[in-house]
């Protein structure tokens, strides 16, 4: 069992920049895959980037690449999202999520493969 914390979301203005931090409880985080999602309002949640249990391999969706740098801290039971460049299409709630403990659990896109989700922190783009 993992339980998700996140926080570092806020109101920033274009091309400026926000950090993100998601810790977790429970005892096997260091071998979960991580991911962070965002749903933006009247949309469907999306993935943004995923990261495996070491921090060896990383996934990032096509809209962040570039701008978006996931890592963990297994040490600290945190991962972190650096968000960089952001737009006012960035805007939105964004998750944290785990997959199963196992580190043969790649660092999937699909929502349907993480089983447990923190709150959401907001975060707001001005143009």
């Known amino acids: 069992q993992v339980q998700l914390v996140e926080s570092g979301g806020g109101l920033v203005q274009a091309g400026g920049s926000l950090r993100l931090s998601c810790a977790a409880s429970?005892?096997?985080?260091?071998?979960?895959?991580m991911g962070w999602f965002r749903q933006a309002p009247g949309k469907e949640r999306e993935l943004v980037a995923a990261?495996?249990?070491?921090?060896?391999?990383?996934n990032y969706a096509d809209s962040v690449k570039g701008r978006f740098t996931i890592s963990r801290d297994n040490a600290k039971n945190t991962v972190y999202l650096q968000m960089n460049s952001l737009k006012p299409e960035d805007t939105a709630v964004y998750y944290c999520?785990?997959?199963?403990?196992?580190?043969?659990?790649?660092?999937?896109?699909?929502?349907?493969?993480?089983?447990?989700w923190g709150q959401g922190t907001q975060v707001t783009v001005s143009s």
């Open positions: 999520a785990a997959r199963p403990s196992g580190t043969h659990y790649l660092p999937s896109l699909r929502m349907s493969d993480y089983d447990y």
């Open positions: 990261i495996n249990w070491s921090g060896g391999r990383t």
């Open positions: 429970g005892r096997t985080f260091s071998t979960n895959a």
